[in-house]
């Protein structure tokens, strides 16, 4: 099972990706993750990425798309996989389309997580990131929605989009992701 998780900032798609990933017993790939862990150990990826994530703006495609490549080609993900956070733009999007044709796989559907803006920061406030201050996240949702909401038309005009109410409890969302696939 291959499938991509859409969805703003702190709608729940690493939640869900992690359970759903353990269910299913294939990897979890979150850019945000692999980001954050490059940034605490400073590699030269985390050197470069640290102030575009610092500031809620995108990390320039040529670093994610070189590590979501590198990440893809890992062994473990044959039987599938859940992308939390890539792609993030329509660039990111149209790589990703040749970078699996290369590889010669496909993903199963796009699930787009949805929750309004107010309960987007509440909950952004309440994790505590190092990123979830106030002025990253009203910045990271407006980044949100100049780059990556295009994405929910990009894969709906291709018939793989499934709509996930992600405004309800975490068991609640889980059930429905599932009955969804
Ligand atoms: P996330 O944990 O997915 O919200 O990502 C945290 C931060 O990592 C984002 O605000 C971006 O700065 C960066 N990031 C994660 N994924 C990507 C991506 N696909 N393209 C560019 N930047 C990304």
């Excluded at 590699?43 to 590198?70: C, F, N, R, W, Y």
């Excluded at 590889?103 to 990131?129: A, I, K, S």
Aim: net charge negative; glycine share 6%.
């Amino acid at each position: 099972m291959r499938l991509i998780f859409l969805g703003p900032p702190g709608a729940g798609k690493g939640t869900q990706a992690a359970t759903l990933a353990e269910l299913r017993q294939i990897p979890h790939i979150s850019t945000g993750d692999i980001l954050r862990k490059a940034i605490a150990n400073q590699t030269p990826l985390g050197l470069q990425a640290k102030s575009h994530v610092d500031a809620g703006e995108l990390v320039p495609d040529t670093l994610v798309i070189a590590l979501m490549k590198e990440r893809l080609e890992q062994p473990d993900t044959k039987n599938g996989w859940i992308l939390d956070g890539f792609p993030r733009n329509l660039s990111q999007a149209d790589t990703l389309d040749q970078l699996l044709q290369s590889m010669r796989q496909t993903y199963d559907c796009v699930v787009n997580f949805e929750v309004p803006t107010e309960v987007l920061v509440e909950r952004m406030l309440g994790r505590g990131r190092k990123d979830d201050n106030e002025a990253t996240i009203r910045r990271r949702l407006e980044v949100y929605q100049e780059e990556t909401a295009p994405l929910i038309n990009f894969y709906q005009s291709r018939q793989c989009l499934k709509v996930i109410d992600g405004n309800c409890p975490v068991d609640t969302v889980t059930q429905a992701l599932q009955e969804s696939l």
